[in-house]
């Protein structure tokens, strides 16, 4: 838990810092983040994008197997190696 609200405090300091005066953006990426402030989001190209929906699909099954793992390694613990959670100690 505290190493994710330290990397949300860096990220903060960092995202709300001004652009002017560093060094990784150039003049031309601060001029054109300045002068865009009314952007609109293309939604119909976002839901015809083939690459979005492939992206949601892999974060998906990545997801499912990942969740899928940990609720069923406690069970292959004990089912298949015949050894307790409880018992396991590091």
């Known amino acids: 838990m505290d ?19 560093r060094t990784w953006l150039t003049y031309q990426t601060t001029f ?32 499912w197997g990942f969740v899928l793992m940990q609720i069923c390694l406690p069970q292959y613990f004990r089912d298949v190696l015949h050894v307790e959670i409880q018992d396991v100690r590091c």
């Open 32 to 63: 054109f983040l300045f002068q865009r402030k009314n952007l609109r989001v293309p939604w119909l190209s976002l839901a015809k994008s083939l690459p979005l929906y492939a992206a949601v699909v892999a974060n998906v099954t990545h997801d």
């Open 3 to 21: 190493c994710e609200f330290s990397c949300c405090k860096i990220l903060l300091i960092f995202a709300l810092a001004s652009c002017f005066g």
